[in-house]
């Protein structure tokens, strides 16, 4: 499987407080990658 690593943006300011995918781990378009507390 080819792995691509993309940047991402956040459409909120804050602090990560958990990380919800792990280190390779397949996503999908629209799944939560993080919890941030504004």
């Keep these: 499987a080819m ?3 993309n940047e ?3 459409k909120v300011s ?3 407080i958990r990380v919800l ?3 390779g781990q397949p996503v ?3 799944q ?4 941030v507390e504004p």
Excluded: D, Q, T
């Design 3 to 5: 792995k691509l690593m």
């Design 8 to 10: 991402i943006e956040s």
């Design 14 to 16: 804050g602090r990560v």
């Design 21 to 23: 995918a792990e280190n």
């Design 28 to 30: 999908e378009y629209g």
């Design 32 to 35: 939560p990658l993080f919890l």
